[in-house]
């Protein structure tokens, strides 16, 4: 499985950005995917997570109310709506798939930068 993520940016305290990670190659397997977020040298956070194929969604306490995390099942792309951003969301963002079968796996993006700045 390929991600590749995109979105990220700069936006001011209280804007709003949305995120995509498109899923590409052995996509079948996919039971679940998220974001997670962490800055150079830190381990990462669970910013959000679904579920592929029912759609049950988790989020870190920080984002709840603020992002939504959703999916296309079509287009094999997840999506992070991120809402009254502040400078605690500036980070990198990553999103991973998680994987069963005979090319299953733990998959990670390349990250996108989120900058919150005025």
């Known amino acids: 499985v390929q991600l590749v993520e995109s979105g990220g940016g700069l936006v001011r305290p209280g804007g709003s950005l949305r995120l995509a990670c498109a899923a590409s190659g052995s996509t079948s397997g996919i039971a679940n995917m998220g974001w997670d977020r962490r800055a150079p040298g830190n381990d990462g956070d669970l910013v959000a997570a679904i579920a592929w194929s029912g759609g049950s969604t988790n989020y870190a306490s920080s984002v709840k109310g603020r992002f939504t995390i959703s999916r296309d099942k079509v287009k094999n792309t997840m999506y992070l709506e991120m809402n009254d951003l502040t400078d605690d969301d500036a980070d990198v963002y990553y999103c991973?798939?998680?994987?069963?079968?005979?090319?299953?796996?733990?998959?990670w993006g390349q990250g996108t930068q989120v900058t919150v700045s005025s």
């Open positions: 991973y798939a998680r994987a069963y079968g005979p090319d299953g796996g733990e998959f």
